[in-house]
Antibody, heavy 119, light 110 residues
């Protein structure tokens, strides 16, 4: 069974940092591109970032570019999102999701981890 | 990238059919046949319902169907059931490995 389990969320002050993790199991992690998608409370889904299967290329939404860094450790089957210079508007549930190579849809999602940026 | 435009809410009675629209631009929906649709129940993770505009993943009911015309994609739910009550989001590939989601539609079963 495919499982994606996020962790690392919590309360952080504006300007602070947090690192999210997404532990993958039940599939060949190194064969999939991985993404982060976030959802502010009561709001819609927003694509945040993606990383290719071997970690050599990344992309970011303009709203997080220069502040967030996506990475992966295929040996540990884990995806990461390093979030720096956090702002109140970064408050959201952060989901990790996988995309098969050659496909363009998120076929499995984690349960999400809540990040709250507040003083 | 601006969010794709969806109606805020759509409702229908059990057994009826409803259609949710998703309007983008020639840079996203209009350029690629790569629109996907997601169902999200309160407090839960999104679930893939339709991909590549009209394809259904294994296990998704054939009551769900998708289509596209120009810059607008659509999701139709036929034979509406109580369990279909949820939020629905479209998503389009927008080139250069970027994606854009829709604003979301709340489906209510009357």
């Amino acid at each position: 069974e495919v499982q994606l389990v996020e962790s690392g969320g919590g309360l952080v002050q504006p300007g602070g940092s947090l690192r999210l993790s997404c532990a993958a199991s039940g599939f060949t992690f190194s064969s999939y591109w991985m993404h982060w998608v976030r959802q502010a409370p009561g709001k819609g889904l927003v694509w945040v970032s993606r990383i290719n299967s071997d970690g050599s290329t990344t992309s970011y939404a303009d709203s997080v570019k220069g502040r967030f860094t996506i990475s992966r450790d295929n040996a540990k089957n884990t995806l990461y999102l390093q979030m720096n210079s956090l702002r109140a508007e970064d408050t959201a549930v952060y989901y990790c999701a996988r995309v098969a190579v050659g496909m363009y849809n998120f076929d499995n999602w984690g349960q999400g981890t809540l990040v709250t940026v507040s003083s | 990238q601006s969010a794709l435009t969806q109606p805020a809410s759509v409702s229908g009675s059990p057994g009826q059919s409803i259609t949710i629209s998703c309007t983008g631009t020639s840079s996203d929906v209009g350029s690629y046949n790569l629109v996907s649709w997601y169902q999200q129940h309160p407090g839960k993770a999104p679930k893939l319902m339709i991909y590549e505009g009209s394809k259904r993943p294994s296990g998704v009911s054939n009551r769900f169907s998708g289509s596209k015309s120009g810059n607008t994609a659509s999701l139709t739910i036929s034979g509406l059931q109580a369990e279909d009550e949820a939020d629905y989001y479209c998503c389009s590939y927008a080139g250069s490995t970027f994606y854009v989601f829709g604003t979301g539609t709340k489906v209510t079963v009357l």
